[in-house]
């Protein structure tokens, strides 16, 4: 067995069997408790003594019992009648709003929901999505079969259908733009 060096501090006690002495626990204070529980007594004292102290100076004046004064309610005025204009207004008048024509940037978009080593896995997706609707189609790259649906000539109407198969609960669906 090797030696242990004990240089610098003194080996830990054990008792009997062998086993390390537990450290010894912490002397209560009772002269703390006691000094605290009297300072309380003294406060509560202290306190009764002021309360009982101004409640025997302030004595409440006699009450007297006045006779009610009859109250006379008047009644409240009708409500006044509100004529509005605005409704006769609004009938006559037209609002044409212009809205000016969509450019075409020439960037097309494609959003793929999905890519899968197995055929029956892209296939699973493909019909929930066509659940809802919209057709998906499957392309083969290497070993992956992407589920892609697109190409779309503007974002707004990828995201649109987006969140309309997010309710069916395909939450993978990112949008790019479509390279053909």
């Known amino acids: 067995m090797a030696r242990k060096d004990y240089a610098g501090h003194a080996p830990k ?6 086993a390390k002495k537990a450290p010894p626990a912490k002397k209560k204070r009772p002269v703390l408790a006691i000094l605290l529980f009297l300072m309380l007594a003294i406060g509560l004292g202290y306190f009764l003594a002021q ?3 101004t409640a025997e100076k302030a004595q409440p004046a006699p009450i007297t019992k006045t006779p009610a004064k009859k109250l006379t309610v008047k009644p409240l005025p009708e409500k006044p009648k509100e004529e509005w204009q605005y409704p006769q207004d609004l009938q006559e008048k037209e609002v044409i709003v212009e809205i000016p024509p969509q450019q075409d940037t020439g960037i097309r978009y494609q959003m793929q929901c999905g890519s899968f080593r ?27 079969y992407r589920v892609v649906l697109g190409p779309y000539e503007r974002k707004r109407l990828a995201e649109k259908q987006r969140h309309q198969i997010k309710l069916a ?11 053909p």
């Open 51 to 53: 309360v009982s102290g």
């Open 118 to 144: 197995q055929r029956s896995q892209a296939e699973s997706m493909k019909a929930t999505i066509a659940f809802q609707g919209y057709t998906a189609n499957i392309s083969h790259t290497g070993n992956w």
């Open 169 to 179: 609960g395909v939450t993978t669906c990112e949008i790019w733009q479509w390279k």
């Open 13 to 18: 006690p054990r008792n009997k069997r062998g």
